[in-house]
């Protein structure tokens, strides 16, 4: 069995792994402890990820599981994240925010109940906000990212990563090293492969209170390996396209993000324009952009530096333009 997903879809942190393995040879927790050396309840503690492995019992389980290094690997990495727990720094990955963001009141309200209301359970929360390129998917959940840190949610840190959509899609064995190290494992720590990698990244998060803002994803294998398995967790998934494959595995909630509304759009230029240019129609330039928010802020910004006079590029409205972004 691996370190990623199992057959329910649930991650796995080194306690779980160390119980798919035991199970998997029928193996009680007695008659592990008699294999490993190392105490029933001592093992048990590690099984619930409330105690962290040592790289000697590890070491005992690769040997009992004939593993290879997949248990040393993952609590390598574990380890000096471990000593630190006291003073682990919190990442503070998000992008920064845009002073001249309107409108979207109900998606920022919807993100609220699904990430932040609610009953909460075992599951981690998980939203993907979905739209074509240019319409404001990454602004709006780096601006609600950004509110609800402000207002007390998410206090371990907060994580972005850029996955790179499907035209630069980054390896993901690569993304979790540079997120592994942003929570303190030191370079050489890193375990090798993209499961043992997911494995120790989870088990770094247990019981911990981060937010996850993956953007750009193409399809949804892309995000797995960065699920959490902590329910004070929660995750933010920007797309180009529908990811089903997350809703029907993790239950996880979909919004559409649409154009900006002509209000919207008009309101969005002259926070731009300010007073400037008294002689620019905020109007005719939120039509000409389709009341798409990236062709409105190019517009926008291309007249400040340009002048009120200045031809706008032809491109703007077009549909290559529009998706540009």
């Known amino acids: 069995m691996s370190a990623g997903f199992g057959g329910t879809g649930r991650a796995e942190t080194f306690g779980r792994l160390l119980r798919a393995h035991r199970h998997r040879l029928g193996l009680s927790l007695a008659q592990l402890a008699a294999l490993v050396h ?26 009992v599981f004939d593993t290879g290094a997949t248990f040393v690997s993952i609590a390598a990495a574990l380890e000096p994240s471990a000593r630190r727990r006291p003073g682990w720094a919190r990442p503070a ?70 996955l790179g959509g499907a035209d630069a899609e980054l390896p993901p064995a690569d993304l979790l090293a540079d997120v592994l190290i942003a929570l303190g494992v030191p370079r050489p720590g890193v375990p090798t492969g993209v499961d043992q990698r997911a494995a120790a990244f989870r088990s770094l998060l247990h019981d911990r209170k981060v937010l996850l803002v993956l953007d750009d994803a193409a399809h949804a294998r892309q995000v797995h390996p960065f699920l959490p398995g902590s329910p004070g967790c929660a995750v933010l998934v920007t797309s180009r396209v529908r990811l089903p494959g997350l809703a029907s595995r993790l239950g996880a909630v979909t919004l559409t993000v649409p154009d900006l509304t002509p209000a919207e759009a008009v309101r969005l230029v ?44 032809a491109d703007l409205g077009s549909p290559g333009r529009r998706r540009s972004g």
């Open 270 to 313: 002259r926070s731009i324009i300010g007073d400037r240019c008294t002689d620019v129609d905020p109007e005719a330039i939120a039509e000409l952009c389709g009341y798409q928010p990236l062709a409105l802020v190019l517009a926008a910004e291309h007249v400040v530096t340009h002048g009120p006079g200045s031809t706008l590029p």
């Open 38 to 63: 190392y105490d029933r309840g001592h093992i048990s503690k590690i099984e619930t990820d409330k105690r962290p492995p040592s790289l000697r019992f590890a070491q005992a389980c690769d040997r």
């Open 93 to 162: 990955q998000l992008p920064l925010a845009r002073r001249d963001f309107v409108g979207r009141e109900r998606l920022l309200a919807d993100l609220d109940d699904a990430l932040l209301g609610g009953e909460r359970s075992l599951a981690v929360p998980v939203v993907v906000v979905e739209g074509p390129s240019g319409v404001g998917k990454t602004e709006l959940a780096v601006q609600w990212a950004r509110r609800s840190v402000a207002r007390g949610h998410f206090t371990d840190g907060q994580l972005y990563v850029d």
